[in-house]
């Protein structure tokens, strides 16, 4: 099914002279990998097809490539394709009536529909494996800088390969893409968890104020105050919560930022066996069944949310008990 789906995309590539590349907002190395390298694999393999990858940039991805600003041109003949985004309102640097057609990739659950062709694969560990498959699929070029790309977002959402939707194909995949482009996996991996000092100690600050309830649940509630005392910025707890994941005490934990610039709260949850997507939806949030998330300008729903995720740590006890 996904050889056929990927030759559909192929064909529609194809077919525009203008691409747009969008993924969702709040970036994490999946979201950035999958959409840098399928902006590169198409300009590599069509040289003068227009593409832009767009959305905010940050700064700690800059090594996976150059974002663009959305093109000031008429984009009704455009083609708009969204990495690692499942719902409208998640889409960062573009609006979907501006284009003549949508493509979705994604491998989170099903939320809504808003493309003429959609490619979800729930089972997939990331956006970049989907990616990867595309590119092997078809024509398109797999430049080593893609496949450096594409590892590492892949290495990222399946937290290192540890995470339960890891699977055979997965490995299948990396194998080929080592085998094909022979990329320096340690380099890789070393650009990918180097840090600063200061979010070393941040990630103490987290340890030493994680709060646990007997049914499991853990949580801290980081200030901007705190943010500007380590020198880190709203980004870091995300990229750190998996480091969480070992903590016999705790069935689910989630991080709470406020970003101050933006006035709102940032909040990401994980899970070691209760579901939590579905509490992440109620508050206009969602994601995979272990790893969710939820923005918010509203502290009460905050306390509201901490609530339910504590009541499933306690029902998901009694079920295993």
């Known amino acids: 099914m ?8 192929y064909k529609k590539i194809k077919q525009y002279d203008t691409i747009v590349i969008a993924r969702h907002i709040g970036p994490d190395p999946d979201a950035i990998a999958s959409q840098t ?9 069509f040289p003068n097809k227009n593409v832009y990858a767009v959305g905010t940039n940050v700064s700690k991805f800059k090594f996976y490539g150059n974002l663009d600003r959305l093109p000031d041109s008429d984009l009704s003949h455009a083609l708009l394709i969204t990495c690692d985004v499942p719902n409208i309102e998640r889409i960062d640097g573009a609006l979907i009536k ?10 989170h659950p099903f939320e809504e529909n808003f493309g003429a062709l959609e490619w979800i694969d729930v089972s997939a560990s990331s956006t970049s494996q989907m990616l990867l498959e595309l590119i092997f699929d078809t024509k398109l070029i797999l430049t080593k800088h893609v496949a450096e790309n594409l590892f590492l977002g892949i290495v990222s959402d399946s937290d290192r390969f540890l995470l339960s939707y890891t699977s055979s194909k997965t490995f299948s995949l990396i194998s080929q893409l080592i085998e ?28 030493e104020n994680l709060t646990i309830t ?26 750190m919560i998996n480091s969480f994941n070992y903590i016999k005490e705790i069935l689910v934990w989630t991080f709470i930022t406020y970003d101050e610039k933006n006035a709102i709260y ?16 109620k508050y206009n949030g969602g994601g995979h069944k272990f790893a969710s998330g ?5 502290a009460e729903i905050i306390e509201n949310l901490l609530k339910d995720l504590d009541n499933v740590c306690k029902e998901y006890q009694e079920t295993i008990i």
Do not use: M, W
């Open 37 to 45: 390298s399928l902006k590169e694999t198409i300009k590599k393999t």
């Open 98 to 107: 501006d284009f003549k057609e949508v493509i979705k990739i994604d491998h």
């Open 214 to 239: 007997d049914s499991g649940l853990g949580y801290v509630k980081i200030t901007s105050e705190v943010l500007k005392k380590y020198n880190v910025d709203t980004a870091t707890p995300a990229n």
């Open 266 to 281: 940032k909040v990401n949850i994980r899970s070691k066996g209760p579901i939590i997507n579905e509490i992440a939806s």
């Open 180 to 207: 094909k482009t022979n990329i320096d996996i340690g380099e890789l991996y070393h650009k990918l968890y180097e840090r600063p000092i200061s979010e070393v100690k941040f990630q103490g600050y987290l340890s």
């Open 294 to 298: 939820v923005r918010t300008s509203n």
């Open 2 to 9: 996904s050889s056929i789906i990927c030759k559909q995309i």
